[in-house]
């Protein structure tokens, strides 16, 4: 999305919300908002990074060769 469309997508959301006028309404779209941002927060936390996977990839790989070297040792 590019940032003139995403500034529009918000701008249509500040009109849909200037155009309420229920007390009640408003409150629970706000709760909504922070209860989604709560949870997108808690998504970012639990996603690995690229880092992170790649470092398990490594310490699995390096451990699997000293695995086979040991391996190899014994049966020489």
Do not use: C, P, Q
């Not at 880092?51 to 490594?58: K, Q």
């Amino acid at each position: 999305m590019t940032t003139m469309e995403l500034k529009s997508l918000k701008m249509d959301l500040v009109e849909e919300l200037l155009s309420l006028n229920d007390k009640e309404m408003l409150n629970r779209v706000k709760n909504y908002l922070k209860r989604l941002k709560k949870m997108e927060a808690e998504k970012e936390e639990e996603e690995i990074t690229k880092e992170e996977v790649l470092a398990g990839i490594d310490a699995g790989l390096k451990e699997v060769k000293l695995s086979m070297e040991g391996l190899s040792l014994i049966h020489i």
